[in-house]
């Protein structure tokens, strides 16, 4: 069964310090997602993307952050200078057209920030 | 699992048992609810999902209600497993087609052997 698969699975960084989370979509799905989780709450949306662009961010979503599709099959969170409170898990999410609801995700990635 | 689990309300039931689970969501114009399973160290795995339009929706072992009246969703899981314990989330989509979810805070089910 297809599945999003997620790189690496941990990340230790200092603060200050940029980080590139990557994902791998499901290969028939255009429409991804990057949603994370801090330790002990809810899964929060940060991004979505559809078409090379993004649709839509929530406020967690500021300047520090980007992503892109590099190519037919990559799709990656950048943080560019990691503060404490990103810490987290990150979740790569991917979804058919026309069918967004069924949102698949990734196995996460860990982010410590030290 | 430990990402997720600190201050969560917890279900345990006897496996074997049913087990009901139950969230409140909060946007009255969401259109989509879905169930999804987070196991330890993994990602959320989708279970079920209902539209707005209708009050039930059965699946293998599990059935989703959905209560728009008081805003209430709930996962039921016939005969649980051990293999079922895992924290539970329900999420809500806004109308418009790929919206983001929003999640709730999540249950734990532990099921006793």
């Known amino acids: 069964e297809p599945e999003v698969t997620q790189t690496p699975s941990h990340q230790v960084t200092q603060m200050g310090q940029e980080v590139i989370l990557r994902c791998v979509p499901i290969?028939?799905?255009?429409?991804f997602y990057w949603y994370r989780q801090i330790l002990g709450q809810k899964v929060e949306f940060l991004v979505s993307f559809y078409n090379n662009e993004i649709s839509e961010k929530s406020e967690i979503f500021d300047d520090q952050f980007s992503v892109e599709r590099p190519d037919g099959s990559n799709f990656t969170l950048k943080i560019r200078s990691t503060k404490l409170e990103d810490s987290a898990m990150y979740f790569c999410?991917?979804?058919?057209?026309?069918?967004?609801?069924?949102?698949?995700f990734g196995p996460g990635t860990r982010l410590l920030v030290l | 699992g430990e990402s997720v689990g600190l201050h969560l309300p917890t279900l345990s039931v006897q496996e074997g048992d049913n087990s009901i689970i139950n969230c409140a969501y909060s946007?009255?114009?969401?259109?989509?609810f879905i169930w999804y399973k987070q196991e330890s160290g993994k990602g959320p795995q989708f279970i079920i999902d209902i539209r707005s339009n209708m009050d039930k929706r059965q699946g293998q072992r599990v059935t989703v209600l959905l209560n728009k009246t008081v805003k209430h969703l709930s996962l039921q899981i016939a005969a649980t497993q051990p293999g079922d314990s895992a924290v539970y989330f329900c999420?809500?989509?806004?109308?418009?087609?790929?919206?983001?979810?929003?999640f709730g805070k999540g249950t734990r089910l532990s099921v006793i052997a």
């Open positions: 290969s028939n799905h255009l429409y």
């Open positions: 946007n009255s114009a969401s259109d989509y």
């Open positions: 999420a809500e989509r806004s109308p418009g087609g790929n919206t983001p979810l929003v």
């Open positions: 999410a991917s979804s058919e057209p026309g069918r967004g609801t069924t949102q698949y």
